[in-house]
């Protein structure tokens, strides 16, 4: 099992920078393959932002390339997302996840934190 705990959310004014974490507290036969950020925007269906393996392999989406970057200490079970130059196309609800293989693939879902990025 694996529970995950977002922070770091909140408002932002367009060009600012804002830092998201999520920990995850697991059993000790967890396998945590891959962990990441989706988010979620009014009206708009969820989108994959960032996720890194645990061999610290980063993928993202074209839209925050070069503006976001997401790292993971594979040790502490956590996973950061560091967003700078942000835009108002960024406002959204960001949920952390963990993908568990342990057994069978499983993935856990964050509870959600808010970004809204206004002058």
């Known amino acids: 099992q694996v529970q995950l705990v977002e922070s770091g959310g909140g408002l932002v004014q367009p060009g600012g920078s804002l830092t998201l974490s999520c920990a995850a507290s697991?059993?000790?036969?967890?396998?945590?393959?891959?962990m990441g950020w989706y988010r979620q925007a009014p009206g708009k269906q969820r989108e994959l932002v960032a996720g890194i393996s645990r061999g610290l392999s980063a993928d993202y989406a074209e839209s925050v390339k070069g503006r976001f970057t997401i790292s993971r200490d594979n040790a502490k079970n956590t996973v950061t997302l560091q967003m700078n130059s942000v835009k108002p196309d960024d406002t959204a609800v960001y949920y952390c996840?963990?993908?568990?293989?342990?057994?069978?693939?499983?993935?856990?879902w964050g509870q959600g934190t808010q970004v809204t990025v206004s002058s």
């Open positions: 996840y963990a993908l568990d293989t342990y057994i069978s693939p499983q993935t856990y």
């Open positions: 697991t059993s000790s036969s967890s396998e945590i393959r891959a």
